[in-house]
């Protein structure tokens, strides 16, 4: 599945959203339409609460399941704001990475996904070896599967924990390179 593809999937039902909303909108009173003009530049647009979104690849196996007790989008910088978000990330696999955090930011056209605050992202492998990686700020680029944080980093795996400062990983790959002050204590079995 394209890149293209996919972040127009993902972004279908909040184009449908807006869409009504905007419809709603061309509908109201004239007073409703003048206040609209002194509201603040980054002020909301349009939220949603109790959100459960699915998508699906392109063969049909899940993509992704997400939900979110709250989404908002800016409409100035056209950033929509998820909070707690909680993602099983399945990429037409059977082993999800299981993503969740305080909150997050989307950047326009859902280039970017920054997760904010209290970032956990865990996976169980084929042999049922879990690993758990936490952090307070992560970068997520779902184009590439690419994910960075310049930030502390602990990564807890079945033979071991591991810290460090700084990380770059491609969750596709399955491989996650700290970039300073890295310890480790690995238990042989």
Request: net charge negative; aromatic share 8%; proline share 4%.
């Amino acid at each position: 599945m394209s890149a293209n593809l996919r972040l127009a999937l993902f972004f279908l039902p909040f184009a449908v959203l807006v869409a009504a909303l905007g419809y709603w909108n061309i509908n109201s009173s004239a007073d409703t339409a003048s206040s609209a003009l002194t509201v603040d530049n980054n002020s909301i647009d349009f939220f949603a609460q109790d959100t459960h979104t699915i998508q699906f690849t392109e063969t049909g196996t899940l993509h992704y399941e997400l939900n979110s007790p709250r989404i908002e989008h800016t409409q100035h910088d056209d950033i929509t704001l998820l909070l707690q978000p909680d993602l099983l990330l399945y990429r037409g696999t059977d082993l999800p990475w299981h993503i969740t955090s305080e909150r997050s930011e989307v950047s326009p056209e859902g280039k970017e996904v920054e997760l904010i605050d209290n970032v956990r992202i865990a996976r169980t492998d084929e042999q049922g070896r879990p690993t758990i990686l936490t952090t307070q700020q992560l970068t997520y680029v779902p184009s590439t599967e690419y994910a960075h944080t310049q930030l502390a980093v602990k990564i807890e795996a079945a033979n071991g924990i591991t810290t460090g400062v700084g990380m770059q990983t491609y969750l596709n790959e399955s491989k996650m390179h700290l970039l300073s002050n890295v310890r480790g204590r690995h238990e042989v079995r």
